[in-house]
């Protein structure tokens, strides 16, 4: 079955820094990566998501590349500010197979942003 | 917010008893999922559906069950046989396999 690992487990950054969080996966069927941010008590919400049929997208101060070559993906947030501060989770959705549907995350980045 | 909700938000269980934990939505979505969040442990995926009367396994899903009687309901029944069961669970649904997951709050369940 399909396993993302998402790299660094905690990040801390100053006010204005860029952030780079990274993931990995390991079914070449999976076809779409959404990421997803997590405030404290919160639920998570989708922030970006990019599918198989692109090498970039940007939304703001955010974006997402994928090498499906590789099979891994970032999240590169610029110009952070202390409302980023959350956990970051990356996660991928398999397009065949036996795990047909399944949504898999990896094990979430705490990001802390310091004024 | 709204358009998934779970229920109760904090739930208590005796050892060697079963609970069924509520996910609900009227988002029209044809997939839901149940994850299991620990800390430094992210959201591992412990069951999901596709369609109605249709479920797989996920990654861990040793002591739980679900059912999926209607396109709205997801429900969640952990059994004695989970060894530790106390975990902040989240119910998810998205239109298909590759959109946007919606998280309900989340059930907080402990063991006495």
């Known amino acids: 079955g399909e396993n993302v690992e998402q790299h660094p487990s905690t990040l801390s950054v100053q006010e204005g820094d860029s952030a780079v969080i990274k993931c990995t996966y390991s079914?070449?069927?999976?076809?779409?990566f959404p990421w997803y941010k997590q405030e404290l008590g919160k639920r998570p919400q989708l922030i970006i998501d990019?599918?198989?049929?692109?090498g970039e997208k940007k939304d703001q101060r955010i974006a997402v590349t994928l090498n499906k070559t590789a099979k891994h993906f970032s999240l590169h947030i610029t110009e952070t500010q202390p409302e980023d501060s959350a956990v970051y989770f990356c996660?991928?959705?398999?397009?065949?197979?036996?795990?047909?549907?399944?949504?898999?995350f990896g094990q979430g980045t705490i990001l802390t942003v310091h004024p | 917010d709204g358009g998934i909700t779970q229920s109760p938000k904090y739930l208590f269980r005796k050892e060697g008893q079963n609970v069924t934990l509520s996910c609900e939505q009227n988002?029209?979505?044809?997939?839901m999922y149940w994850y299991r969040q620990d800390p430094g442990q992210g959201l591992r995926l412990i069951y999901y559906?596709?369609?109605?009367?249709?479920?797989q396994k996920g990654d861990i899903a040793e002591g739980y069950s679900v059912s999926r009687e209607k396109k709205e309901s997801f429900p969640l029944t952990v059994t004695s046989a989970q060894k530790n069961p106390t975990a902040f669970y989240l119910c998810?649904?998205?239109?298909?396999?590759?959109?946007?997951?919606?998280f309900g709050q989340g059930t907080r369940l402990t063991v006495v």
């Open positions: 990019i599918r198989s049929n692109v």
């Open positions: 988002l029209n979505h044809d997939a």
């Open positions: 996660a991928a959705s398999t397009a065949g197979g036996t795990s047909y549907g399944k949504l898999t």
């Open positions: 998810a649904s998205s239109f298909y396999r590759d959109s946007e997951a919606f």
């Open positions: 559906s596709q369609i109605v009367n249709d479920f």
């Open positions: 079914d070449s069927a999976s076809n779409y």
